[in-house]
């Protein structure tokens, strides 16, 4: 299994302002993918990155607002922008394994004041 | 769109007790994983099941992937208090692009001594 790290594990941001999240994984993989999880529930998929074209976002999720790199096969950030209070969640990166398994790091939680 | 309905939501009960929690969808799921978090942490692979009918067991745990691929459950048999955490049912689903997961909604598990 891949292990997958990720920063920052928390931070606490002005409303406005942007924040980027890195996920580094130590060895290549396919897929990576960006989710959002309020504390006690379910993961929400924000975007497939996808290495060397424009990542594949899902229903309610826009590239302006969650823009997302991805230049190589071990390495991606979300960036959080223009966040407001509502944008408080936990940010969670993964990479794919073989049988389309998920392999998550520790996450990031962002709360917006 | 592919829903995974995951049940009950919260459980919370004594050391030594035996407990089910399913998954169920009417969508065809390629894969279907089980996952348990902590606080603070990102989700854990615990299984894979790949196979219609399929069965694995991990020590107390026992998974069973449906027939027809559209549902699963998991079993604990004589839970312990380190068992308490999330657990997260996730199907795989082929995209033109590759696979991305859907997660059920998740159950609290709260094994008391």
């Known amino acids: 299994s891949a292990v997958i790290s990720q920063k920052p594990s928390r931070d606490i941001c002005q409303r406005g302002t942007s924040l980027t999240i890195q996920c580094q994984v130590d060895?290549?993989?396919?897929?990576m993918f960006w989710y959002r999880q309020q504390p006690g529930q379910s993961l929400t998929l924000i975007a497939t990155?996808?290495?060397?074209?424009?990542?594949?976002?899902e229903s309610g999720f826009v590239i302006d607002k969650f823009p997302i790199s991805r230049p190589n096969l071990t390495f991606s950030t979300l960036t959080v922008s223009n966040m407001s209070p509502e944008d408080s969640s936990i940010y969670l990166c993964?990479?794919?394994?073989?049988?389309?398994?998920?392999?998550f790091g520790q996450g990031t939680r962002l709360t917006v004041v | 769109t592919q829903l995974l309905e995951q049940s009950p939501q919260f459980l919370s009960i004594q050391e030594g007790e035996n407990l089910t929690v399913y998954c169920n969808s009417s969508?065809?799921?390629?894969?279907l994983q089980w996952y348990r978090q902590e606080p603070g942490e990102g989700p854990v692979l615990l299984v894979t099941?790949?196979?219609?009918?399929e069965v694995k067991k991990l020590k107390r745990l026992t998974f069973q992937f449906g027939d027809a691929r559209k549902d699963s459950s998991l079993h604990i048999t004589a839970a312990q208090t380190g068992d308490t955490g999330l657990y997260l049912c996730?199907?795989?689903?082929?995209?033109?692009?590759?696979?991305?997961?859907?997660f059920g909604a998740g159950t609290i598990l709260r094994v008391k001594s």
């Open positions: 993964s990479g794919e394994g073989m049988n389309t398994e998920a392999f």
């Open positions: 060895s290549q993989v396919t897929m």
């Open positions: 990155a996808n290495q060397g074209s424009e990542a594949t976002y």
């Open positions: 969508s065809v799921f390629s894969s």
């Open positions: 099941v790949v196979t219609g009918g």
């Open positions: 996730a199907g795989g689903i082929g995209m033109e692009y590759g696979n991305k997961l859907v």
